[in-house]
């Protein structure tokens, strides 16, 4: 009996400790750059440091030469006042466009490899109409749209599906 009890502990813990190990994040198939950029709303975020009291949050993307996008990420901030700060992002996964590289940090400083994060994108409608971007960890999350609202049947399917594949959405930050 003391030994079918001790294998039931010792199993619930090993259970325990995968319980939260999620499927590797994937990114959709392909992504048509030529599509992708241009003027993004951001619809819902997880909180994160760098938006810290920014709301109304916009991303632009514009194309530039050898697989590089250059990135400008603007807001507005609870006084009323204007946000932006730009970057660059780089194609990481050139077969589907969908793993970038991004670094808001100065150029002089991007070889350190400091001030780099993940972008991934996890989802995109067929029309560009919105997109999902995260990162293999799933601690960042945007959904972004090509205007500033997105209809709510359309945001429940996607934050149902981001659900099952894992992500925490209970600190969700919704556009305002």
Not at 50 to 68: D, M, P, V
Not at 121 to 127: A, G
Not at 141 to 168: H, M, Q, Y
Request: glycine share 6%.
């Amino acid at each position: 009996m003391r030994r079918v009890l001790i294998a039931m502990l010792v199993g619930g813990f090993c259970m325990s400790a995968f319980a939260d190990e999620k499927p590797p994040l994937e990114t959709v198939p392909k992504v048509d750059i030529a599509r992708y950029v241009g003027l993004w709303y951001e619809i819902a975020r997880l909180p994160n440091w760098f938006q810290e009291g920014c709301l109304e949050s916009r991303a632009e993307y514009t194309a530039l030469e050898k697989g590089k996008i250059k990135v400008v990420n603007s807001c507005r901030k609870k006084d009323g006042k204007e946000a932006s700060v730009e970057g660059i992002a780089w194609i990481e996964d050139p077969v589907s466009n969908a793993r970038l590289t991004v670094s808001f940090v100065p150029s002089w400083l991007r070889w350190t490899g400091i001030g780099k994060g993940d972008y991934w994108i996890i989802d995109l409608s067929p029309e560009y109409q919105w997109v999902v971007v995260s990162e293999p960890e799933r601690r960042h999350l945007w959904i972004l749209a090509r205007k500033p609202a997105l209809e709510s049947a359309v945001f429940d399917a996607i934050t149902k599906k981001l659900r099952e594949r894992g992500f925490d959405l209970a600190t969700l930050i919704h556009r305002k």
